[in-house]
C-alpha cells in the first residue's frame, strides 16, 4: 500500500529520496525526533489507570456523584465518555462551520441488505472518492479504521464490518500534518479556548539504504515496541505488507508502518503547546460554540502546515471527543511521568468541575449502570470490526 517500486538508477534513486523527504512537509521533521518509548507508556494500562480511577472516585465523593463527566457536554450521549457516535459529533456542527469538516456519511450495516452496493451508492451520492477512509461510526484508539483505494478493498471492508453496526466513510484528507486541539469551555462563560495541541506522527521507520523495513522496525526502539502489531500477528491490525516488509529503503526515505497514527499501533505524540495562537483559539471556539453545550473535548484535524494550523486555515476536522478523550499531549514520550499525571489529574478535575456547573443548570447525570452498559457494547463492536491498517 505504502510502497513504491525501487529503482537501481541514480536518477530514480535521487527522486525517491526527494519525495521520501517532503513526507510531512506540514509537520515539524521527522528526521529530527526521538522514536524512543516514554516511561508513562511502558506502565501496564491498568496500573497505569489504577491512581486516575483511585482519583475518579475521590472527584465523585466530593461531588456526591461519579458520573458528573457525562454532563461535560449534556446533549452527548454520556457527554462522549463512552459509546458515543462519531456522526452526532459532526452533524451538531452548524452553519459557516461546517466548512472546516472533511466530508462524511454513515449506513446502517444490516443482515437483510446489499450494503456493499448501499456502500458503492453513498458514495456515489456525497461526492466521495478513492482513497476513502473508512471507520466505524463507534469505535475507539483506531479500531476498524482503514484506508480503501478501490471497490474491491470497499466490498472486502463491507462485508467484513458487522451487522447491526453503523458504518462511517469520509474523505481522505490529503494533507500530511496531523494534531489533537484540545478545546475547553466553561458553562458560566461565553467564550472557550484551546488548552493543548499535539502533534500526531504516524508509526515509522526511517531507511538506511542496507536494510529491510522489517530489520529496521527491530532496529528501532518505537517500532520494535509495538512490531507484533507491523507484523499483523495481531488479528486487530493489518499489519505492514510482505512486499513492503521485505524491500530496502533508500537512506532518509520515511517508510509508513500504519495508516491509522493511534498510540495502540506506536504513534509518536509530540506537546506543540507553543503553536497555540489567539487566531486558533478563536477559531475553534466558534466552531465549538456552533454546536450546542459543547464544554470539553479534543478535534481530531489533519491541516496543510503549522503556519496556517496557527493562523486558523488549512485544516479539516475528520473526528470530535467528548469526555472519553484525552488531552494527548500527556503522552509525548519526553513528558516524565509525574507530569503525564499531574496533567491528566488536571482534566479529570476540570470535567467534574464542567459538570457540576451543568447539574447546577438542570442536567442530570448518566446512571452508572447506563454508562458501564454502553462501555460493554463498545467493547463488544471493537471485537468484531475489520482489522485497522
Known amino acids: 500500500m505504502y510502497l513504491r517500486t525501487h ?107 446489499d450494503n456493499v452496493t448501499g456502500a458503492k451508492d453513498l458514495m456515489r451520492e456525497t461526492g466521495l472518492s478513492y482513497p476513502v477512509v473508512a471507520k466505524p461510526d463507534i469505535g475507539w484508539q483506531g ?81 520494535a515496541w509495538k512490531s507484533k502489531l507491523h507484523l499483523g500477528r495481531q488479528a486487530r491490525h493489518g499489519g505492514v505488507p510482505d512486499a513492503l516488509l521485505q524491500s530496502v529503503p533508500v537512506a532518509g526515505e520515511i517508510v509508513r508502518l500504519a495508516f491509522i497514527g493511534s498510540i495502540r499501533v506506536g504513534g509518536l505524540y509530540r506537546d506543540a503547546d507553543h503553536h497555540i495562537t489567539e487566531v486558533l483559539s478563536d477559531r475553534f471556539d466558534a466552531i465549538s460554540r456552533s454546536m450546542p453545550d459543547f464544554h470539553y473535548g479534543r478535534y481530531d484535524v489533519r491541516f496543510d502546515t503549522v503556519e496556517k494550523l496557527k493562523a486558523g486555515e488549512g485544516f479539516k476536522i475528520i473526528e470530535i471527543n467528548g469526555a472519553g478523550s484525552e488531552a494527548i499531549s500527556a503522552w509525548d514520550p519526553e513528558v516524565p511521568v509525574g507530569k503525564v499525571y499531574k496533567r491528566l489529574l488536571e482534566h479529570q478535575t476540570l470535567m467534574f468541575t464542567i459538570g457540576a456547573m451543568n447539574k447546577a443548570r438542570g442536567w442530570k447525570p448518566t446512571r452508572l449502570r447506563d454508562v458501564i452498559k454502553a462501555a460493554r457494547m463498545q467493547t463488544r463492536l471493537i471485537n468484531r470490526y475489520p482489522p485497522s491498517s
Open 143 to 223: 479500531h476498524g479504521v482503514q484506508l480503501l483505494h478501490s471497490e474491491q478493498e470497499l466490498e472486502h471492508y463491507v462485508t467484513a464490518f458487522p451487522n447491526g453496526a453503523k458504518m462511517m466513510l469520509q474523505e481522505a484528507v490529503p494533507w500530511e500534518g496531523e494534531a489533537g486541539v484540545f478545546y475547553v469551555r466553561m458553562p458560566d462563560e461565553e467564550r472557550g479556548k484551546v488548552v493543548s495541541i499535539t502533534f500526531r506522527y504516524f508509526p515509522h521507520v526511517i531507511g538506511d539504504g542496507l536494510h529491510s523495513v522489517h530489520d529496521l522496525i527491530f532496529a528501532d526502539e518505537r517500532a
Open 7 to 113: 529503482k537501481k538508477t541514480l536518477k530514480g534513486h535521487k527522486k525517491r529520496t526527494s519525495r521520501a523527504r517532503r513526507l510531512l512537509s506540514g509537520m515539524p521533521s521527522i528526521h529530527a525526533l526521538r522514536t524512543h518509548v516514554g516511561r508513562a507508556e511502558r506502565i501496564p494500562s491498568k496500573l497505569f489507570y489504577f491512581p486516575l480511577a483511585l482519583n475518579w472516585v475521590r472527584l465523585g465523593l466530593r461531588n456526591r456523584s461519579l458520573m458528573l463527566p457525562t454532563l461535560a457536554n449534556p446533549r452527548i450521549e454520556f457527554g462522549g465518555l463512552w459509546g458515543e457516535s462519531k456522526e452526532v459529533y459532526l452533524d451538531m456542527v452548524s452553519g459557516e462551520q461546517r466548512q472546516w469538516l472533511a466530508r462524511y456519511a454513515t449506513m446502517d450495516v444490516t443482515e437483510d441488505e
